[in-house]
């Protein structure tokens, strides 16, 4: 067993923030509330199409579009591995700590709820954009592929990407005042990460609780899970990118050149990885959390996501 030291937070701090926050995906996205497809959906230190030379204006706010929905479309897929993770952890810890028990169940409520969401997010933009956009999956084999590795090691990666929901959202999205995103995408990110923010300190206690029943071996075993976690989704964000310059071509009533394409997958690759990874591997919180299981492993994560920061990564 590893000795770490005991995290900041409480499971009843938790549940007392969590009660303050309450919202339903009807009061986000339905009938009477449509996206503004005048308007980009992601901040621009998000998406990175007006870097996009060969595209006019209004293509890249079309790629933008197009942008946004993956991102939820992403979003959406994780949740779906996640979702699991926290039910199999309730099972985990029993009733031993009720506080516990109560704050993994509300994790897992809002994470179904948040997949309802975005499949909402999905009919309606289907319905808008007028065009289909491909999105890689399907969910359940991603999610499979991921549930085969460790808790710990499919808990780091959870904890990767609650971080990274946190950096996104007060980074970028909050402070995003060139140009205003489309109020309703920019309402759904701002409750999104309302629930996210709990989730975050929920999955670093599951992180050190996991931890604390391993040995050293065990551990550093759990964190390259992790690493081959990481390198499998960047191989799937790549997809979603030639997936993304494939949505791109009908509405802008075009055929790409092999010199567009190129030049969009090389600005986008870096734009996916950014977002998705380097994000998430850089976040102060998750640095400090992987350093204290084992110095030598986060070593190797800062490492890769050096790489991952370079356009040619």
Not at 201 to 208: A, Y
Not at 261 to 268: A, F, P
Request: aromatic share 10%; hydrophobic share 40%; with cysteine.
């Amino acid at each position: 067993m590893t000795a770490i030291s005991i995290s900041k937070y409480s499971y009843s701090s938790i549940l007392n923030e969590a009660a303050k926050i309450a919202w339903r995906v009807q009061d986000l996205i339905g009938e009477d509330k449509r996206l503004d497809f005048s308007k980009p959906f992601l901040p621009e230190t998000i998406a990175h199409t007006q870097a996009i030379s060969c595209l006019s204006p209004n293509e890249q706010l079309i790629l933008n579009h197009i942008r946004g929905n993956s991102y939820l479309h992403l979003f959406g897929l994780v949740e779906e591995f996640i979702l699991p993770l926290v039910v199999n952890h309730v099972q985990f810890i029993g009733c031993e700590n009720i506080e516990a028990t109560q704050a993994y169940l509300c994790f897992a409520k809002e994470e179904s709820k948040h997949i309802h969401l975005f499949r909402q997010f999905a009919s309606a933009f289907a319905a808008g954009f007028g065009f289909r956009c491909g999105a890689i999956g399907p969910p359940r084999a991603i999610a499979d592929f991921v549930l085969q590795h460790s808790p710990l090691g499919v808990a780091l990666v959870t904890l990767h990407i609650e971080w990274m929901t946190q950096r996104h959202f007060l980074d970028s999205v909050r402070c995003y005042q060139q140009e205003p995103i489309d109020p309703l995408f920019y309402n759904l990110l701002k409750h999104h990460w309302q629930e996210e923010s709990q989730h975050a300190r929920l999955d670093t206690l599951m992180v050190q609780d996991l931890a604390q029943k391993l040995n050293s071996s065990a551990i550093e075993a759990a964190i390259d899970d992790y690493i081959g976690i990481v390198q499998y989704l960047n191989e799937g964000l790549k997809a979603q990118v030639q997936l993304d310059i494939a949505s791109l071509e009908m509405p802008v009533a075009r055929t790409l050149t092999a010199a567009e394409r190129e030049e969009i997958r090389q600005v986008q690759e870096f734009s996916y990885r950014k977002a998705f990874l380097v994000s998430g591997m850089t976040h102060p919180n998750f640095v400090q959390t992987v350093q204290q299981l084992s110095p030598t492993r986060y070593a190797r994560i800062a490492a890769i996501a050096n790489s991952f920061s370079s356009r040619d990564g």
